[in-house]
């Protein structure tokens, strides 16, 4: 394409960059020489960070490169699933735990710094994104095409000032290439060695000048999709695992042994399970428990080993395997298709227009409708003494009994798992045109509208009343019919509920159904921006200014099936959003050099931004940085940049209306786990259980089910507001060529959180503070008669605080040896602290986090790449330090709750191995997990913490392309 002129062309060109944070330059790199007088001209380009164009390459905060070669270098399936892999950002939502949500199965978002997947703004050549779902503002990086990928920039600190809210955390910036010739073709197919589970991607991308260079159209197509993996199907996690207390196994402890981790309270054993529970029903009578043979028979439970009436766990026993029911990959297909077209109008003209339309198909496999027996449950769900289904021997044992009626406990797994397929459909417009206004004032400016569709069905989902009328069965004379009359008059089939097949098609029918919810996002955003690096001279150089205004639009609706809204079915009855809001932003930066030349002191240039918004729904805000670049010499600089910030609340926030959900928890007023805390601890909680009502000898074993939650929004939030500091080192010494080095420190503080608080935070909250007059005791309802929890209010609330800090460092080596050229490359983060504050206005009671799961205290990334005419080789190993299982407060009050505690250092080596054929042809082949490193302790690695932890196994993939 022509050159518009050496600065414009400049701020299109491409430019290779090596991972080297902060510095931006390939280690050793030898800028080209020319005789040229244009061409010795310093390039000026624009880096994330700063929307002002600078000479060479100099960033003005850490910023860590990924070329877009290195993220296709790899077996995964998706732009997500390689950056989680870096030790800055974490695995809260990729792959494998997105099905562990309603409605994000098969969705990928980013998490910089494990602080919220919303408090981390993602870009597409510096423009904003529609989200992928709309309960967040984040985006599915599935949507943004991999083979046009020219390099990924990711930065921390003084983004919001630049690029506007929701960059609490930073910013990662997708950079496609702007000039794509010829064509290009890939397919990828790959297979793990010990299991089922595979994936395969097919990519094309072709693109042509026309009109003398001047305009450049392109397009391009993407397909991948990966198999589902259950955990059976896994040579590890199919074994069955369960937490037994330690007097079930080895009888009663002394008082010094209470609270000694060589007598934990609870011990990890292998092969156990439930035995209240199973796929053909089970049911308790005189303390006696029982099952169904296949013929609907009773028999009874077969115990051979330890019982533990506290868990419902028992081992050497008839129990169920809850690993059935584990999908450690999700099903998921993506076809994307993107079409760009840039033309120079004029030598200081440029405009672009883009297109692309995304599909993606991600389905979630999860346990099938589930009811309890024995004591749990009572009343609806009880089989009556002259149920139609009862048998002779049946009915003896209950009449032994004096029993009117059964609690049946069952996996109901011949109704069906209940399968949710997850269809988003993405579509985004983009113009754009940039130029000269001047010989120094360049702008830009941009359209972009972008709509996500998502459609979510859920399968075998048990309408509630059905079931009931089904399996209250009575025979009038010619069979078993439905006793309600009206329900018999409706269709009602009448069904068993005694062995592992008993439900037939008919009744099948009859109970279940698939609940169809739809949402929709949409985005549109209006953007100008004006550059000006020459703006005044000063004594140290020139000052470089940006500025620009933005209008947005955003908007989220979601619709839920009417019969699941309603609480007619098993499914959650789910509240529906609906709202927008729009922001109209003004922002500039300026760059100031004050010394140059001067003893220590090549340069040093002061870096300012400020930021005002006027949202329809907070009202203004303003956002702020300032940093200090210190260029000490030629081989060693130094920067330091603080920032205040601010994140509005997105929509689902504000305007999502009351709905239900579920969670797992253990009540921390039971006497059991009082009796397993400190002194201390025991007391506080005891005198708050008390104040709530909760009996002294409370241990009812209730909590062994999930229990009931209200989620929703609060549309009186307020913006959550941050301040960061950024503090680090660039050494590039002269007397080793090709070696670099970055240090660099950070913080993050953010105040009045907007947080829907975990339902076990919040009862433990609730008794650990001095008293029960506090925010998280008025959102839990006791039953007054029996204390069990039966409501747990989680709405989204300004009431918390989350402060991390860190060091990241990078060094990188590239040298000639052997022939080739070898690039190495160590990226690490050593978290220092990762506290969690329940209440911003108490910041003595918190919990640090750091070293816990999810939060490694050290990750590190190391890269070693070699080549050799048309051979590539190249290794990738990442690291995780140790984890804690249990986080500094709850070991505080329990210093031995287990038998598992924490998971040891991890890490794992990928290699490819490469050929070049000078005839445009391709090949590759790669080994992921190389020495086939297992998942540490019983974990299967789908959590939002131990998705770190490779959950495939050794695999194998083949790539051959050709290009031309």
């Given at each position: ?48 960070g700063s929307r002002i164009l600078r000479a060479g390459a100099e960033a003005p905060a850490p910023v860590t490169v990924i070329t877009g070669d290195e993220i296709l270098n790899s077996g995964a399936m998706n732009l997500g699933e390689v950056l989680s892999r870096l030790p800055a950002l974490g695995n809260t939502m990729t792959l ?558 504000l305007y999502r209306s009351s709905g239900q959900s579920f969670a797992n928890v253990s009540d921390p007023c039971r006497v059991s786990n009082l009796n397993n805390l400190t002194d201390e601890r025991r007391e506080t909680r005891a005198a708050n259980c008390a104040a709530l009502g909760v009996a002294g000898d409370f241990d009812d ?264």
């Open positions: 394409m022509s050159s518009i002129s050496s600065l414009t062309c400049s701020m299109r060109a491409a430019f290779t960059i090596s991972v080297a944070s902060g510095v931006l330059m390939a280690p050793g790199a030898i800028a080209g020489q020319s005789d040229d007088n244009e061409a010795t001209q310093p390039e000026r380009i624009q880096v994330t494998a735990n997105s099905g562990n949500s309603i409605g994000n199965a098969g969705i990928s978002l980013l998490d910089l710094r494990g602080m919220g997947t919303n408090r981390t703004l993602v870009l597409v050549d510096g423009r904003r994104h529609v989200a992928g779902s709309p309960n967040s503002a984040a985006v599915d990086t599935n949507t943004i095409p991999s083979a046009w990928i020219d390099r990924v920039e990711i930065i921390t600190g003084g983004a919001s000032a630049v690029y506007g809210a929701d960059a609490v955390t930073g910013v990662v910036n997708f950079i496609l290439k702007k000039n794509i010739e010829g064509l290009d073709i890939s397919a990828t197919k790959g297979w793990a060695e010990n299991n089922p589970y595979g994936n395969e991607r097919f990519t094309l991308s072709y693109g042509q000048n026309y009109m003398d260079n001047r305009g450049n159209l392109a397009f391009s197509v993407e397909y991948n999709s990966q198999d589902s993996l259950n955990a059976l199907d896994h040579q590890y996690a199919g074994r069955s695992w369960a937490s037994m207390n330690y007097d079930s196994l080895y009888g009663p402890r002394s008082d010094e042994d209470a609270l000694s981790p060589d007598h934990p309270d609870q011990v990890r054993v292998p092969d156990a399970g439930y035995y209240d529970l199973s796929e053909a029903g089970n049911f308790q009578l005189n303390d006696t428990w029982y099952t169904f043979n296949n013929d609907g028979t009773p028999r009874e439970v077969m115990f051979n080993g330890p019982v533990d009436p506290r868990t419902g766990y028992c081992t050497f026993c008839d129990y169920i395997n809850m690993n059935q029911y584990v999908e450690m990959q999700p099903k998921y297909e993506r076809t994307n298709f993107n079409v760009r077209n840039g033309f120079e109008l004029t030598p200081n003209l440029y405009t672009t227009l883009e297109a692309k339309y995304v599909r993606t198909d991600g389905q979630s496999i999860g346990q099938p409708f589930f009811s309890y027996g024995g004591v749990r449950t009572t009343g609806d769900y009880a089989i009556q003494r002259d149920n139609a289904f009862v048998g002779s021997e049946l009915g003896a044992l209950m009449d032994e009994a004096g029993a009117s009626e059964l609690n049946i406990g069952r996996m109901y797994n011949d109704g069906g798992r209940r399968l949710e397929d997850n269809k988003r459909e993405t579509m985004r417009l983009v113009a754009g045109v940039d130029g000269y206004l001047s010989d120094d004032w360049s702008f830009d400016a941009s359209l972009v509208w972008g709509r996500t569709e998502i459609e979510r069905v859920n399968n075998n989902n048990l309408i509630t009343q059905n079931y009931l009328y089904a399996i209250d069965a009575i025979d009038l004379g010619e069979g078993p019919v439905c006793r309600d009359e009206e329900a018999r008059a409706n269709g009602c089939v009448a069904t068993s509920i005694f062995g592992a097949d008993a439900i037939g098609a008919d009744a099948r029918d009859y109970i279940y159904t698939s609940s169809l919810a739809t949402a929709e996002v949409e985005q549109s955003v209006a953007t100008f921006n004006v550059q000006n690096p020459f703006l005044f001279s000063l004594p140290a150089g020139y000052a470089g200014f940006a500025g620009g205004v933005e209008y947005r639009d955003e908007s989220a609706t979601t619709v839920e099936d009417p019969r699941a809204k309603a609480d007619e079915t098993f499914f959650n009855a789910l509240g529906e959003t609906n709202g927008s809001f729009d922001v109209t932003e003004a922002y500039a930066e300026l760059s100031l050099p004050l010394i140059t030349d001067a003893p220590f002191m090549r340069d040093l240039t002061l870096e300012t931004a400020i930021r005002f918004a006027d949202y329809s729904t907070i009202g203004n805000a303003t956002s702020w940085k300032a940093g200090l670049e210190w260029v000490i010499n030629t081989e060693l600089r130094t920067r330091f940049t603080v920032s205040e910030a601010l994140r509005a609340p997105n929509i689902t926030e074993n209730y909590d062994s089910g999930s229990l009931e939650l209200e989620v929703g929004g609060n549309p009186n939030l307020q913006p959550e507001e941050s301040r960061s500091y950024t503090a680090g080192v660039v050494y590039q010494p002269a007397w080793l060529n090709g070696f670099s080095a970055t240090v660099d420190y950070w913080q993050i503080d953010i105040t009045d959180t907007i947080a829907s608080n975990a339902a076990q935070q919040i009862l433990d909250a609730c008794v650990d503070a001095n008293s029960i007059n506090n925010a998280y005791c008025g959102r839990i309802s006791r039953n007054n008669d029996s204390g069990q929890v039966e409501l747990i209010e989680s709405y989204s609330l300004n009431i918390a605080r989350s402060e991390n800090s860190g060091i990241d460092f990078e060094l990188g080596y590239d040298f000639n040896a052997f022939d080739g050229n070898i690039r190495t490359t160590l990226l690490g983060t050593k978290l220092l602290e990762a506290k969690r504050y329940p209440f911003t206005d108490q910041p003595d009671d918190y919990i640090d986090y750091a070293g816990v799961m999810g939060n490694a205290d050290l990750q590190m990334r190391f890269t070693l790449d070699y080549s050799r005419n048309n051979w590539t080789i190249g290794t990738r190993t990442r690291y995780s330090n140790s984890v804690n299982l249990y986080n500094p407060d709850e070991l505080a009050g329990n210093p031995n709750p287990s038998s598992e505690m924490s998971y040891g250092s991890y890490a794992v080596t990928d290699l490819t191995l490469g050929y070049r054929y000078e005839n445009g042809v391709r090949a590759r082949v790669g080994i992921d997990n190389l020495f086939d490193r297992d998942m540490p302790g019983t974990t299967n690695g789908t959590g939002a913490g131990s998705a770190y932890y490779d959950n495939i196994g050794r695999f194998v993939y083949i790539s051959l392309g050709y290009s031309f």
